[in-house]
């Protein structure tokens, strides 16, 4: 089986490849490719929330949206490190993600696409839409969207 495992470099998406993990055989899964894609012309392409150097300060002009995206999808493809018969590669794209991620799907005859649901929040989704939600409506696969794990409620306060 080839599986395409998308990140937008979110806690969120390294969530998602670990839950494929989870349950997923090895023996079965011949090829993952981990992609990200970067946004040309976007004042905030890529976030880096993963990888080592991602909570050190970086100055705006001298970080680089692809080394993020490529510091992201190595995060996603060292997961898997321990899989010794399936490859992993790493991919970095530009332009619109659902389309680059269906496109990278339709080229590599990929079985299963993997993203993560609502990682950057209810404004983006709002403002630009779900790139689940995309990928889903038009992807040449099956597509495994993991949702956000439930935050736990608050007690009220009695008054």
Known sequence: MHVLIATDGSRQSLRAARHFKSFADPAKVSEIIVLAVTRPLASVSFVDEISADAKAPKP???SSFKAEAEAAVGVIAAEFDDWQDTKVRTR???GTPSAEINRAAKVSSIE???LASGSRGLTDTVLIGSTAQRVQATAPCPVLVVRPAPRARRPKKKS
């Open 112 to 114: 299963l696409i993997v």
């Open 92 to 94: 970095v794209r530009s």
């Open 60 to 62: 705006l002009l001298s």
